[in-house]
């Protein structure tokens, strides 16, 4: 048995990840991933794109694990109807899955498009069309854990062991429609035949139990099909040659040729095209769904021990969707060696036990909102018997607090095959280090000084140790920032913000300017605004527009163009090139300008990583960076970690001179040779 050793939770965040690999751009990608059983792993991806964002799964399975097995699964109620993946995930226990093929059919009835064998037993046929060429691809798993993809053909026949005589079949456990091409209906299909009620077809029918033919009826009632037998259905010129062929109480004998030892099959499913060949994506499609929609894929590692079950999330903002060849080329890049496409679009579900939990959960967002009934499924079973507790697993929703803060904890159990087994919160002990916490009721306060805070929860000999930081109380930026302005006559780099009052008609408004212009000829070594200003300076102006970035003595500027309602949206390129300037400026302080406010961003998603970005770069980078936006006013203040400067006069009345006068203000920051810098509001007047 080969064993995979994982961390239980790993995180990376990937903040200068621009890729070019294929036409969707990575601009940042960050991954999460869970032990979810023996042998099983759950990894999410969280993609941001020249194109948008995408929500990517995979649950990857080590096949030699002795404790896992996969399989394929289908609807309780007959191969000719449907439920939802979690349906049949709960029905059969598996602890993980995926949806399969592609269907025809409503809910009512339906079948799988392709080939379908599941312990040895011979479900569905091949698609049709794979007589002629290879279309649609077959996943195949054998009772030694041997993984491949091929394309398949059957030849599926009925001889009359008496005469020798041979009938054609055309399919196998499928709704027909044109039923000239004889189907065969066993049990695993449902109860009973086709026959005459829904299709209108006046269908003539031959009974085989037994291997012996019991019945040949015209345009009946569907019929019981024997628990070992099967209904054979067809009309017209073959019924009657049908009935040539075989008579009541003949002998028969079904063939079924798939190249392939069908008993030997633990699963085989089919979808459509392969993506994947040799590590390759294949120059044209064997079958192309075109346009960027939700996708499910399988794949295999090149030495075909590890199996990869994959989701893509798409039809909303907070993930598109992919094309065939975006989806292959993702998979390469994840070292996927081969690999299938399955049925998408509102099928498209992945569904898992996480660890410790004791039942299922959806782990992508179905792009319909809820599940859609499909015809089969392919699980992952834990095969284990369940052993003691052997570890815990603790969940904290936020490991950094601020004195007098709190957040929820969670604490679960489960076994050496990771079976969950369940933990009482109430008696479990807990051991504390460092600063001081509280635990109650499933949640943590942080309730004395700051500091480091080491945290042991035992049940019995088994116990995990976590840490919690406890941060000081939330300093505004005056209390963070404070100190003596640097001195005139020290060697410092003054840099003045101010935005210039929009109507510039007035005669007050005009003395306002020409105040500005006289105070900043005297102080300031540069200017910065968010707006064009009109007047020629003496002084370097720093205005935003365009993307581009420059150092003024000891400072860095980045501007960001948003005018288009977000960074990506105007120019993908500019997250690159934030994200390399600020890497390679030589300045402790940067000052990244926006020419809108952060609410403009109109997805929500970026806007978060902005600032999750410029939080990391800063703390990674141990610079003091500042996001100078659009404001109403001209003020300062920390929003979630981020130095925030609005600039603004739009709250002056221009109407009251009093108030355009001692309200019309700007800020100056001194940035010193070694970089220290300070800050000061001033007023005009």
Not at 53 to 67: C, G, M, P, R, S
Not at 581 to 594: A, G
Request: aromatic fraction near 10%; hydrophobic fraction near 35%.
């Amino acid at each position: 048995m080969k064993k995979k050793i994982f961390a239980l939770i790993a995180c990376a965040i990937m903040l200068n990840g621009f890729s070019s690999v294929f036409a969707l751009e990575k601009l940042y990608e960050k991954e999460k991933s869970e032990i979810i059983s023996s042998g099983v792993t759950l990894k999410s991806y969280d993609r941001f794109t020249d194109k948008g964002w995408l929500a990517i799964n995979i649950v990857e399975v080590d096949l030699k694990d002795k404790n896992t097995s996969v399989k394929l699964m289908n609807s309780e109620n007959g191969l000719m109807t449907f439920q939802t993946v979690s349906q049949m995930a709960n029905k059969n226990k598996a602890i993980a899955a995926i949806n399969g093929d592609f269907f025809n059919g409503t809910s009512k009835k339906g079948n799988t498009i392709g080939l379908s064998i599941s312990d040895g037993d011979f479900l569905t046929s091949t698609y049709y069309e794979n007589e002629i060429k290879d279309t649609f691809a077959t996943f195949v798993l054998d009772e030694k854990d041997n993984a491949w993809f091929d394309y398949f053909h059957n030849k599926i026949t009925i001889e009359n062991t008496k005469n020798d005589e041979v009938f054609a079949i055309g399919e196998y456990n499928k709704v027909s429609s044109n039923y000239i091409y004889p189907v065969i209906y066993t049990p695993e299909w449902g109860e009973y035949s086709i026959g005459n009620v829904d299709n209108g077809i006046p269908l003539t029918e031959m009974v085989v139990k037994n291997g012996k033919v019991t019945e040949i009826r015209d345009n009946g009632e569907p019929v019981e099909i024997p628990s070992k037998g099967y209904v054979v259905s067809t009309i017209g010129e073959t019924a009657e040659r049908m009935k040539e062929i075989f008579s009541k109480g003949n002998k028969v004998k079904l063939n079924i040729d798939l190249e392939l030892d069908i008993d030997e099959i633990e699963m085989a499913v089919s979808g459509g095209a392969m993506l994947l060949v040799d590590g390759e994506v294949p120059e044209k499609f064997s079958a192309n769904i075109t346009g960027s929609h939700p996708r499910t894929a399988i794949g295999l590692s090149e030495d075909e021990e590890t199996l990869y079950l994959i989701t893509v999330d798409g039809r909303m903002e907070s993930s598109i969707g992919m094309t065939q060849t975006e989806l292959a080329e993702f998979l390469k890049e994840k070292e996927i060696y081969t690999a299938m496409n399955l049925d998408g679009g509102g099928s498209t579900t992945m569904v898992a036990r996480r660890l410790g939990n004791d039942f299922i959960e959806t782990i992508n967002k179905v792009s319909g909102g809820t599940q859609r009934l499909v015809t089969n499924a392919i699980g992952i079973f834990n095969t284990s018997k369940t052993s003691s507790l052997s570890e815990l697993l603790v969940n904290v929703e936020n490991t950094e607090l601020r004195v007098g803060e709190s957040t929820k904890i969670e604490v679960k159990g489960y076994d050496k095959y990771y079976n969950p087994k369940k933990v009482d919160f109430d008696t479990l002990k807990w051991e504390i280090d460092g600063a001081e916490v509280t635990i109650e009721d499933g949640v943590i306060t942080a309730s004395g000084e700051s500091g480091e805070s080491q945290i042991t929860v035992k049940k019995g000999k088994v116990k995990n140790t976590f840490t919690i930081n406890i941060l000081p109380e939330a300093q505004t930026f005056e209390e963070m920032f404070a100190g003596d302005i640097i001195g005139s006559g020290e060697k410092a780099t003054k840099i003045v913000f101010y935005e210039e009052i929009e109507n510039q008609s007035t005669l007050l408004a005009k003395l306002i300017k020409n105040k500005f212009e006289e105070t900043i000829n005297e102080e300031a070594d540069a200017i910065v605004s968010l707006k064009d200003i009109k007047t020629t300076y003496d002084q370097k102006v720093i205005s935003v527009g365009k993307y581009h970035c420059e150092d003024v003595e000891n400072a860095t500027f980045i501007s960001i163009d948003m005018s288009n309602e977000g960074i990506r949206k105007t120019d993908y390129t500019q997250w690159i090139n934030l994200q390399e300037d600020i890497l390679n400026s030589t300045n402790k302080n940067v000052f990244v300008l926006l020419n809108a406010r952060m609410n403009d961003f109109k997805d929500a998603k970026e806007k978060e990583l902005f600032k999750e970005t410029i939080t990391s770069l800063e703390k990674g980078l141990d610079k003091n960076i500042f996001v100078i936006e659009k404001g109403i006013s001209t003020n300062f203040e920390i929003i979630d970690g981020i130095k925030m400067i609005q600039i603004g006069n739009d709250q002056i009345d221009e109407s009251n001179g009093t108030n355009m006068i001692f309200n019309s203000k700007y800020i100056e920051f001194n940035i010193s040779e070694d970089e220290e810098f300070s800050y000061e509001f001033k007023n005009l007047y």
